[in-house]
Nanobody, 118 residues
Framework: QVQLVESGGGLVQAGGSLRLSCAPSGSIFTITTMGWYRQAPGKQRELVATITRRGSTVFADSVQGRFTISRDNAKNMVYLQMNNLKPDDTAVYYC????????????WGKGTLVTVSS
């Protein structure tokens, strides 16, 4: 099993920045790609950004150029740096890990709330 714990959410004004962290534990050696997803009220969960073990990244068009994802393989941490935040970025942000150690090869954290005020 792999467990994921997110931190770093909070309330920020539009134009501000936040940094989310995700700390995996358990069978972390089985993790391949990690990423961040978000779910706004009344909307489906959507991809924000992913990063492979080698550092290849993918970003949603809506956050390209504003968000950065990074991964510290030594500390087994993944980060999401969010700059120039907009009210539309308000959502619960979930850490994701692709691993055979979880059902459906996907593990999820419980989420951290990001609220961007206008």
């Amino acid at each position: 099993q792999v467990q994921l714990v997110e931190s770093g959410g909070g309330l920020v004004q539009a134009g501000g920045s936040l940094r989310l962290s995700c700390a995996p534990s358990g069978s972390i050696f089985t993790i391949t790609t990690m990423g961040w997803y978000r779910q706004a009220p009344g909307k489906q969960r959507e991809l924000v950004a992913t990063i492979t073990r080698r550092g290849s990244t993918v970003f949603a068009d809506s956050v390209q150029g504003r968000f950065t994802i990074s991964r510290d393989n030594a500390k087994n941490m993944v980060y999401l740096q969010m700059n120039n935040l907009k009210p539309d970025d308000t959502a619960v942000y979930y850490c994701n890990a692709v691993t055979v150690a979880c059902r459906g090869m996907n593990c999820w954290g419980k989420g951290t709330l990001v609220t961007v005020s206008s």
